[in-house]
């Protein structure tokens, strides 16, 4: 049960997702060719679980990684799951409330109809392509009749108060997620144009958590996992230099590993700098003496940066 466990939450499973997915699809056109409601039933409850399953696998992630970056712990905190609960049940009554309201709605038979068309017009063309035996005339193909896409759509003033509320609120719903995903596209984008020109070569691993030692689960991709959402106190002094350095390294510069803290606040220019000297202070004692390393060399620390010109 361990393995098959650990084989759960390291994998995405989407074959078997897509596979849930696409037996809710034929069960719905079984019911549309044979108007039976039993096939509609089983194709929203075939729905309902593929995103269940999806929901309880990402919190089987969530957790199953939270437990593997920290090894010291024997249990997950009761507040971070019920975090996590809350959020993918929201999510899961969004998604499926959305779903269902859409699927109401729309014209299922305008849909079939136009995708009929275009196999028929595929299959049309490709027969032509092999048994064309000369230039012959082309027969006037008479397309039938059919009405706009969105005619049977109800309107605005046909529908209740709750219903066009609803349709309101996924259309918002859907235009911030959108905006999000832009959002999040051009930040990643700018992030990366902007380490390759501020020195991306700058080792993240020496200068945030040197301790680490190598997962001996196997995992889908090789190396080490950065703990780089370490909230400790040496951590947080440790990725307030590594920032600091990294910010104020010039293109072309790039630090080696057999560079001392000192060479390298050299090759950033930070070496005449008045916050320096408690910056790097605190980063020594964050580095050799985590023991020690309390609050106060966490201000000092913040304290250096801001003096840093």
Sequence with gaps: MNKLYQFYCRHSLAVFHVILLAAAGVLCLVNYYTKDPFFADCAY???????????????????????????????????????????????????????????????????????????????????QLLLRKGSAPEEEII????????????????????????????????????????????????????????????????????????????????????????????GRIRKLYYRSIRRRLRSGKTPSRSMTPSQIEALASLSQNPGADQLHEAYEKARYDTESCAKEDLEKAKEGVSRLT
């Design 143 to 234: 397309t039938q009749e059919t009405e706009p896409f969105f005619q049977n759509l109800p309107r605005s003033q046909n529908v209740s108060w709750f219903a066009r509320i609803l349709e309101y609120l996924f259309l918002i719903i859907a235009v911030v997620s959108i905006a999000a995903i832009l959002v999040l596209l051009l930040v990643a984008i700018y992030r990366k144009l902007t380490s390759r020109r501020e020195g991306t070569e700058l080792d993240k691993r020496e200068f945030v958590s040197p301790k680490m030692e190598r997962n001996k689960v196997k995992r889908t991709s090789s190396g080490e996992k950065l703990r780089f959402f370490d909230r400790s106190t040496e």
């Design 45 to 127: 409850a075939v729905f309902v679980v593929d995103i269940f399953s999806v929901l309880i696998h990402t919190n089987q992630q969530g957790i199953y990684d939270y437990m593997r970056m920290n090894k010291d712990v024997s249990h997950v905190p009761k507040r971070q799951i019920y975090l996590i609960n809350t959020l993918l049940l929201t999510g899961f009554l969004i998604l499926t409330g959305g779903c269902m309201f859409l699927f109401v709605h729309l014209p299922y038979r305008n849909v079939i109809d136009a995708v009929k068309t275009v196999f028929v017009a595929v299959i049309r063309w490709i027969l």
